[in-house]
């Protein structure tokens, strides 16, 4: 099958093998194109938001109060003062004769009302047009309430995604350096990138516990405000979803010298050489971490691998396409549909960097389509040209799975189950094995003329993953 796409696109797509790598991303959607992305305001909105005892406010037309409520699912172990959704409604007469004392008014308000620990401001659009003085009223209300109040500076139209994630960043590191750093120990961390999405933060934060660590700060999911104001006494920032989060990493590291390291949670063999790669970097202060750290593998691994072998026995063969909003999560998903024996043959994302993709392309297969900034026109094409059996992506990207007849996998924000930790694998594993191997695909016309579906058996590279994992050794 011939796949067309947008001329002005042909150089932010890849078909590994064909020619020597090269693409072109980390820039402004194609007008027209209905990319998968969303706006700036959206970005600051999604990393900001899981933080459970802050007051929200989209300074903004109603209709950006749609990534307001549940849009990313955080749970939080107390205050859910995140899960309500405040707007100031800008209307035609506040767009012409401005739009500050209503701010003002809504923030002394939801303020009084509430008692949250601090206040997040949100720029849209048309306050960026009109030019309310965000900062301003916030400072005033600062002074009044006693609280802090940050502007968020994310008008829409000022960039992408990604412009929203420095936006959030810059918003948070405003709290750092207040907070009472007394009872912070060496052995400690922050999380950030993780949004606590059917509650993974908390698998997270079990292991570094069990490897003898003290976790400081949720950043952002099940997060707090004074959390975040001492955070920056902790020994060590861990970076997972690293396009929402690691300009904050930079920040803390250049303002306050803490150190960072980047990491992924999904998947057997990276969630593994993540949690070495910490107990690596404190080993010089507890010798004995990396000896509590492999139990703790081998502990989880034991369990874990009889249960990938039936699903892998079933899934041998099968094709995968991926497109997920950060890169990090397509270099993990790779990993683990390999180690379930399905071939990825589709493979992007809305936010990646040239390295990203220079990554992607050195762990993926040849004939891999690797893609930045897609729509639904290429995705759908892509997936009928490699005839893929699961497609994993958002809430965007399923209608255009069923659509095609394709088994649908949600690894975004909207999910309800933990796909982090060695849990999670197992959890991923079954959701994927439930969804292929289901009888409904027989009746679609896409693999109606292919018969029942057949189980193959396959072993797994390595004689024994388990100790391969759990002795620090790669098994891919």
């Not at 172990?77 to 739009?99: A, K, M, N, W, Y």
């Not at 301003?136 to 992408?160: D, L, R, T, Y």
Request: hydrophobic fraction near 40%; charge should be negative.
């Amino acid at each position: 099958m011939t796949t067309t796409v947008f001329h002005e696109r042909q150089d932010q797509i890849h078909r590994k093998g064909e020619e020597p790598f090269q693409m072109a991303c980390d820039r402004d959607s194609l007008a027209g194109a209905v990319s998968q992305r969303a706006c700036v305001f959206c970005g600051s909105r999604v990393v900001l938001y899981p933080i459970a005892d802050a007051l929200h406010l989209v300074h903004g037309p109603i209709g950006c109060a749609a990534y307001t409520w549940d849009i990313r699912g955080a749970l939080s172990s107390g205050p859910e003062l995140h899960r309500l959704s405040f707007s100031t409604d800008l209307q035609e007469r506040d767009v012409i004769f401005g739009g500050e004392e209503k701010l003002y008014q809504a923030l002394t308000e939801l303020i009084d009302r509430h008692a949250p620990k601090a206040a997040f401001v949100y720029s849209t659009c048309i306050v960026g047009i009109i030019g309310d003085d965000l900062a301003g009223i916030c400072k005033k209300v600062a002074q009044e309430k006693g609280i802090p109040v940050i502007p968020v500076q994310s008008e829409g139209f000022k960039g992408n995604k990604r412009a929203g994630y420095n936006a959030a960043c810059k918003a948070m590191f405003q709290l750092m350096g207040s907070g009472d750093t007394s009872s912070i120990s060496p052995l400690s961390v922050n999380i950030l990138g993780d949004f606590n999405l059917a509650g993974e933060i908390w698998i997270i934060r079990e292991y570094f516990s069990r490897m003898g660590l003290q976790v400081v700060a949720n950043i952002t999911g099940d997060g707090r405000v004074a959390d975040i104001q001492r955070a920056h006494a902790a020994g060590l920032n861990v970076v997972q979803c690293s396009g929402s989060t690691m300009d904050l990493a930079k920040m803390m590291k250049e303002a306050y010298g803490t150190p960072f390291l980047r990491v992924s949670y999904f998947g057997v063999e990276d969630m593994a050489e993540s949690l070495y790669n910490v107990a690596r970097f404190f080993e010089s202060i507890d010798p004995e971490m990396m000896t509590r750290t492999r139990d703790l593998v081998r502990e989880e691994l034991t369990v874990l691998h009889p249960q990938l072998e039936e699903f892998r026995r079933a899934l041998t063969g099968k094709k995968a396409a991926i497109y997920v909003g950060g890169a990090f999560k397509a270099f993990s998903l790779v990993k683990a549909f390999r180690l379930l024996g399905i071939k990825v043959v589709l493979v992007g994302s809305q936010t990646g960097t040239e390295e990203d993709y220079r990554e992607l392309h050195a762990i993926t297969d040849d004939g891999t389509i690797i893609v930045d900034d897609s729509n639904p026109l290429e995705l759908s094409a892509f997936l009928q040209e490699k005839d893929v059996d699961i497609f994993v992506g958002g809430v965007k990207e399923r209608p255009i799975a069923y659509k095609l007849g394709v088994g649908f996998c949600d690894h975004n924000h909207e999910r309800k189950e933990a796909l982090e930790g060695f849990v999670g694998m197992h959890n991923f594993a079954r959701e994927v094995y439930s969804t292929v191997m289901s009888p409904v695909w027989r009746f679609v016309p896409r693999k109606a003329s292919a018969g029942l579906i057949k189980c193959l058996d396959a072993d797994l590279a390595s004689p024994d993953p388990v100790e391969a994992v759990a002795s620090n050794v790669s098994i891919g």
